[in-house]
């Protein structure tokens, strides 16, 4: 199915925050394409209705000005705003590059994921961004994650499931971690 982009929103914002609007960034951008299924399952009922903003962020953004910026703007909206966050945890093994350690790998993997999940939960931003610089956990969605937490205010959050392809694969030697949290 297709789910339409909210082009009007996505220029208020882009004007709201001087986020460039260029596609391009997206086509190599994988992220967005693992959530749209969920989406188009869970709001199957309103696919008519539903529209969404894709947003990448890059290293040379200034995130303090963003996140000002987003919650300025965010509180003017008065439409329902849902924000997903796409992001792989820790990517283990020699074909990512991450090699930390050899042994407990599983207990170690877990022990890696669950302290970045526990800034997560208790929207520990800073600590969140200066865990990830300082454990070399491969997290993907470093900076999203890290916008989303400053712009939460009294939402809870709890960890939905967590698990890795290793368990699935029994490949311990590679594995990535995922973890569904929300916040609400």
């Known amino acids: 199915g297709i789910i339409k982009t909210d082009k009007e929103f996505a220029e208020l914002l882009s004007k709201s925050t001087k986020l460039p609007i260029d596609n391009s960034f997206h086509e190599r951008e994988h992220s967005i394409e693992v959530q749209l299924p969920f989406l188009q399952y869970v709001e199957k009922d309103y696919l008519q209705r539903l529209r969404i903003v894709c947003i990448t962020l890059s290293d040379d953004i200034n995130m303090e000005k963003l996140i ?3 919650g300025d703007f965010f509180k003017r909206q008065s439409k ?5 966050i796409s992001s792989d945890f820790t990517h283990y093994g020699r074909s990512y590059g991450y090699l930390p350690f050899t042994l407990d790998v599983e207990k170690r993997l877990s022990s890696l994921d669950k302290k970045a999940i526990d800034f997560i939960l208790s929207k ?30 009294d939402e809870k959050g709890s960890l939905l499931i967590y698990y890795r392809s290793s368990e699935i694969s029994n490949d311990i030697n590679n594995s990535v971690s995922y973890a569904s949290i929300m916040f609400k």
């Open 68 to 70: 000002f910026d987003m």
């Open 80 to 84: 329902k705003i849902t924000f997903i």
């Open 124 to 153: 520990d931003a800073k600590g969140f961004l200066s865990y990830a610089a300082k454990s070399g956990a491969t997290i993907c969605g470093v900076l999203p994650i890290y916008l989303l937490i400053r712009l939460l205010k």
